[in-house]
């Protein structure tokens, strides 16, 4: 498997959205609904902000929202806020798990 | 609450072996399968390895299989990752990760802060 696409950044003022794409292929995130969406804030540990495409954990909050079309999975953050500034990675999984390769969101 | 604290890293030459270490603790360490996940100096994420809730079934990376081997202690609440034949491609921080339950493929989460291991001579 290849490592999955993600923009290098994207960048948005307070209360607007962004949105981040994750794009791969038919063999990968085109075939099954297997996407994952991990937070990583400077120095820190990841953290799992979406699963299955479009389902949240526990305590993430409901401005981030996943969503998938063809072979590009979407995490759109509405509302954005200073604490949402980090690095976004998407996963799949297609009988092995490959990450993609990031994007740093902005807060203008 | 849930705690991963990663150990054991540090500078090891190339073709050398370390093992790294992932203490758990806040949760039934038995009852929940365990990764290891791994991030190159300003690169992005690649995940490593996986071991069910009993040991009983592992999975590897292509770029590892055959030189690291994950293990747990249920005993220690441990999770280890024996890393041999080391080169500079390995270099980066390790984390361990619980496995989260989702209804078909597990995720990660929580995470542990990471272990730093430097392939350098």
């Known amino acids: 498997q290849s490592a999955l696409t993600q923009p290098r950044s994207v960048s948005g003022s307070p209360g607007q959205s962004v949105t981040i794409s994750c794009t791969g292929t038919s063999s990968d995130v085109g075939a099954y609904s297997y996407v994952s969406w991990y937070q990583q804030n400077p120095g820190k540990a990841p953290k799992l902000m979406i699963y299955d495409v479009n389902k949240r954990p526990s305590g993430v909050p409901d401005r981030f929202s996943g969503s998938k079309s063809g072979n590009t999975a979407s995490l759109i953050i509405s509302g954005l806020q200073a604490e949402d500034e980090a690095d976004y990675y998407c996963c799949s999984y297609a009988g092995s798990y490959v990450f993609a390769t990031g994007t740093k969101v902005i807060v203008l | 609450q849930v705690q991963l604290v990663e150990s054991g890293g540090g500078v090891v030459q190339p073709g050398k072996s370390l093992r790294i270490s992932c203490a758990a603790s806040?949760?039934?360490?038995?009852?929940?399968?365990m990764h290891w996940v791994r991030q190159a100096p300003g690169k992005g994420l690649e995940w490593v390895a996986f071991i069910s809730y009993d040991g009983s079934k592992k999975y590897y990376a292509d770029s590892v299989k055959g030189r690291f081997t994950v293990s747990r202690d249920h005993s220690k609440s441990t999770v280890y990752l024996q890393m041999n034949s080391l080169t500079a491609e390995d270099t980066a921080v390790y984390y361990c990760?619980?496995?989260?339950?989702?209804?078909?493929?597990?995720?990660?989460?929580?995470w542990g802060q990471g272990t730093l291991v430097t392939v350098s001579s």
């Open positions: 806040g949760f039934r360490f038995n009852t929940f399968a």
């Open positions: 990760a619980r496995d989260f339950i989702a209804a078909v493929v597990n995720w990660f989460d929580p």
